[in-house]
C-alpha cells in the first residue's frame, strides 16, 4: 500500500524487508524497531481488556463519545485518516518540555504512576542529566511546536496511506493509538539525530505508544534503552510485551518471571522494590475503616451491593471507595448511590495517605493490591468487583492475595489467618523485593547497573538494520 514511501528524513526504516527464513524463535525482536513497536500498540488495544477499557471511556465521556461517533460516520478514505492524522499531530504536540543542550538520557511519562516512576530511576543516578518530557495540553502551544506542526503536515501525504489501511483495519481508538506510536517515534527520531549528546531513553511502560515509539527511536539510533515497570505485571493477562530494552528495573523476580514465561525479557535486571516503604502487617482489635479500591470496569451493581452488605455488619464503619486514577474513568457518585456520610468517594488522592487510613482493602483486578499488602494492610480480592478474567494479576494464584467469595462477617479474621502464615512474607518479597530486606542496598545495586548502562556507547551498529514492511503491522 505504499507506506514505504514515507520520507527517509522523517521515519528512515519503513521500506519493505524479505521475508526471514530463521526458525520463529530465532525471528523474535531483540530490540526495539518501529514494527515491533507497532505491533506491541497494536496487540495491546485490539484486546479484550482494553476495548472494555475503550468502551467505559466513551460511555462516561462525552468528548470522546462524539469523536467516536463522529469517526464511525465518517468516510473511511479521508475524513478518517484525517481524524488519525490529527491524533498524531496532537500527540507529538503534547510532548515537553524540550531542552536538549548537554543532556546525556531522555525520559517520556504521562501517569502519576510513571512521573513517580522516572523520579525514581532519577533518584539512583543524580548525577546523570535527565530531559524529562511529559505528556499534556499546556504543551501545545510552547516554542517550538509550531516547527514541529509543520514538519509533520508536511509528511502527511506519505503517512496517508498507512494511517488509510488503519482505518480500514480498526476502530477509533486503537487505530489512533497505533497511529501514535508512529507520531512519537518520528519526534523521537529526529530528537536523538539531532543531539548526541543523549546517549538513552528510559521509560516507564513496554506498550504505550509514547514509550515503544521513544525506544524503538532510541535503538535506530544506537542509544541504550532503560525500561522500569509502573505497575506489576498481570500475570495471566491475555496480553504481556516483551521487554526488549537493555536494562530494566523491576520490584521484584515474580515480575521477571511473568515476562520470561509469557513473553520475553532480554534486558540486564536489577530489582529495586515497591515504591513507598514496605511495612509488615498491621492488625487492629476491630475494623474502623474498610477501603474499596476500584479498577477500570467496575461493576457498579456488585459494588452498591457490597456496601450495602457491609452497612448490615458494621453500621458504624467508614468506607473509602478509591476510583481509578484516570479521570476518564471516573465513576459519578449519584450512579454508585452513596447517600450516608461514612462513605467516601476519592478520586487522585495520595494512594500511601488512603491505604493507611484503612484498617483492610478490598480489590478487584488491581494491581493497587500489591501497594496495599506492601504497605502493610490485608487485601481481600473479589473477583466479582470488576468485568475482567478471574486473577488476572495472578495474585490467588501465587497465593499473594486472599480471595474472598463475599463478604463475611469473620472476614478480618479470614485475613488475619492467611497473612500470617509462615511462607506468606517470602512470598511478598518475590514481588517486593524491598520486603522485609534493606532498600538501601538494593538501591545502591540498582544504581550500578542503571550507572553503567548510561555510560555505555552504543546499543548496537545501526547501519545494517532490516527495515520492516509495515503493511504487516497495521
Known amino acids: 500500500m505504499g507506506f514505504e514511501a514515507v520520507n527517509a528524513s522523517v521515519a528512515p526504516d519503513v521500506a519493505p524487508v524479505a521475508p526471514s527464513n530463521a526458525p520463529a524463535d530465532d525471528a523474535r525482536p531483540k530490540r526495539y524497531d518501529l514494527a515491533g513497536a507497532l505491533r506491541v500498540v497494536r496487540q495491546m488495544e485490539t484486546s479484550a481488556a482494553r476495548g472494555a477499557v475503550f468502551a467505559e471511556i466513551t460511555r462516561k465521556n462525552a468528548a470522546y463519545r462524539l469523536v467516536d461517533r463522529l469517526y464511525t460516520r465518517a468516510d473511511a478514505r479521508f475524513i478518517q485518516p484525517l481524524l ?60 517550538g ?71 524503538a527511536a532510541a535503538h535506530r539510533h544506537g542509544r541504550r534503552v532503560i525500561y522500569a515497570n509502573h505497575a506489576p505485571v498481570p500475570a495471566n493477562g491475555a496480553v ?49 475503616t474498610i477501603g474499596i479500591f476500584l479498577t477500570a470496569g467496575t461493576r457498579v451493581d456488585v459494588l452498591q451491593s457490597l456496601v450495602a452488605t457491609i452497612r448490615l455488619s458494621f453500621a458504624e464503619a467508614r468506607i473509602i471507595i478509591r476510583q481509578h486514577p484516570v479521570t476518564l474513568l471516573q465513576t459519578n457518585a449519584t450512579a454508585i448511590g452513596i447517600k450516608d456520610p461514612l462513605t467516601k468517594l476519592t478520586i487522585g488522592s495520595p494512594l500511601d495517605a488512603e491505604i493507611a487510613a484503612c484498617d483492610m482493602v478490598i480489590c478487584g483486578n488491581s494491581g493497587v493490591a500489591l501497594n496495599v499488602v506492601s504497605g502493610g494492610r490485608p487485601v481481600a480480592y473479589l473477583a466479582s468487583l470488576d468485568e475482567a478474567e478471574f486473577d488476572t494479576n495472578g495474585f490467588v494464584q501465587s ?43 538494593l538501591q545502591r545495586a540498582a544504581a550500578e547497573v542503571l550507572a553503567r548502562h548510561l555510560r555505555l556507547g552504543p546499543a548496537a551498529d545501526v547501519t545494517k538494520i532490516p527495515a520492516p514492511d509495515l503493511r504487516k503491522v497495521a
Open 399 to 441: 497465593r499473594l492475595i486472599y480471595a474472598m467469595p463475599w463478604w463475611t462477617d469473620d472476614l478480618y479474621d479470614r485475613l488475619k489467618a492467611f497473612y500470617q502464615l509462615p511462607g506468606w512474607p517470602a512470598i511478598m518479597q518475590t514481588y517486593d523485593a524491598a520486603y522485609g530486606t534493606d532498600k538501601r542496598e
Open 145 to 215: 511546536q509550531c516547527r514541529e506542526a509543520a514538519i509533520m503536515l508536511g509528511s502527511a501525504r506519505r503517512i496517508f496511506p498507512f494511517l488509510r489501511l488503519l482505518a480500514r483495519s480498526h476502530s477509533f481508538m486503537p487505530a489512533a493509538r497505533i497511529a501514535s506510536a508512529l507520531a512519537f517515534y518520528i519526534r523521537s527520531t529526529r530528537l536523538f539525530a539531532g543531539n548526541p549528546s543523549l546517549g538513552a531513553a528510559i521509560v516507564a511502560s513496554n506498550y504505550s505508544p509514547e514509550a515503544v515509539g521513544m525506544a
Open 84 to 143: 488519525l492524522f490529527v491524533y498524531m499531530l496532537k500527540s507529538v504536540l503534547s510532548v515537553g518540555p524540550f531542552h536538549p543542550q548537554g543532556v546525556e538520557a531522555v525520559s517520556i511519562s504521562q501517569f502519576p504512576n510513571e512521573h513517580r516512576t522516572i523520579d525514581r530511576v532519577a533518584v539512583l543516578v543524580p548525577d546523570v542529566r535527565l530531559m524529562r518530557l511529559t505528556l499534556s495540553h499546556r504543551h501545545l502551544l510552547a516554542r
Open 240 to 288: 504481556v510485551p516483551p521487554v526488549l530494552a537493555d536494562c530494566a528495573l523491576f520490584y521484584g523476580t515474580a515480575i521477571r518471571q511473568t515476562y520470561e514465561r509469557r513473553s520475553r525479557c532480554l534486558a540486564e535486571v536489577a530489582l529495586i522494590g515497591q515504591p513507598g516503604a514496605a511495612r509488615p502487617m498491621q492488625w487492629r482489635d476491630r475494623m474502623g
